[in-house]
């Protein structure tokens, strides 16, 4: 059983915690019981936010203590607590970062969001105080699949899955811009600026320590935004 389920809007979390809770620990909670009942495999998906930006390096690895800083990575680090709490012994948490994918309606993500504001402003503002790992879906669904197909080798536990490097939002929204050839011209921004409910980490880079290499972001960014512009000239 993969759940891929979450309330996600990070910044509502903040007013919105029972759903929050409700939607990122109890939901999963409920399903690795009944996992457990069934007796199959759980895989379950977290988030970076479960980690706040207070460590010297800001990288952090599978084995690093939690310690999230807004509601939204409490609710996710609560759902962590109870899976493994529950049903360590066949559950695999899998923790990633900044996703982008997804066709047509269904596109999601900060790289699409760019996309939109391009499309109706002639200039934007991104911060470029917040940095993190850019995640492309397609290449987060191959790594469940290869644990999935190989979960003797890769036995339950955390794992970290993310492509590789590291990017500010300001960086990323640049990169988009290239690539789409898009006209909008891309200001630097503060976190300060925006007056955002949640507190957000300046720096949160995760480290995989137990799986082969990711392909740098930059790498996927490409591929998907390509094909993205094949679907829209045809």
């Not at 495999?41 to 207070?54: E, G, N």
């Not at 492509?163 to 630097?188: C, D, M, T």
Request: proline fraction near 4%.
């Amino acid at each position: 059983m993969i759940n891929c389920a979450a309330y996600t809007n990070v910044d509502e979390a903040e007013t919105e915690k029972e759903t929050a809770i409700k939607i990122n620990a109890t939901g999963p909670e409920n399903l690795a019981k009944i996992a457990k009942k069934k007796n199959i495999r759980y895989l379950h998906i977290s988030t970076d936010m479960v980690f706040s930006d207070k460590k010297s390096k800001n990288i952090f690895d599978e084995a690093d203590q939690i310690n999230p800083i807004n509601f939204y990575g409490y609710s996710k680090a609560e759902g962590e607590k109870r899976i493994l709490n529950f049903y360590p012994e066949n559950s695999w948490i899998i923790r990633t970062a900044w996703l982008y994918g997804g066709k047509g309606k269904n596109k999601k993500g900060f790289v699409f969001k760019v996309m939109d504001w391009a499309e109706k402003n002639n200039t934007i503002r991104v911060v470029t105080d917040e940095s993190g790992s850019p995640t492309y879906t397609k290449d987060l669904a191959e790594r469940i699949l290869v644990i999935v197909l190989n979960s003797k080798k890769y036995g339950p536990g955390i794992y970290h899955v993310v492509n590789e490097g590291l990017a500010s939002r300001f960086e990323l929204a640049i990169e988009v811009k290239k690539i789409l050839n898009l006209k909008v011209k891309i200001e630097p921004a503060s976190l300060k600026d925006f007056n955002r409910p949640a507190q957000v980490s300046h720096i949160s880079q995760l480290q995989n320590t137990k799986l082969p290499p990711m392909r740098n972001w930059k790498k996927a960014l490409k591929e998907c935004l390509r094909n993205i512009q094949e679907i829209t000239e045809a």
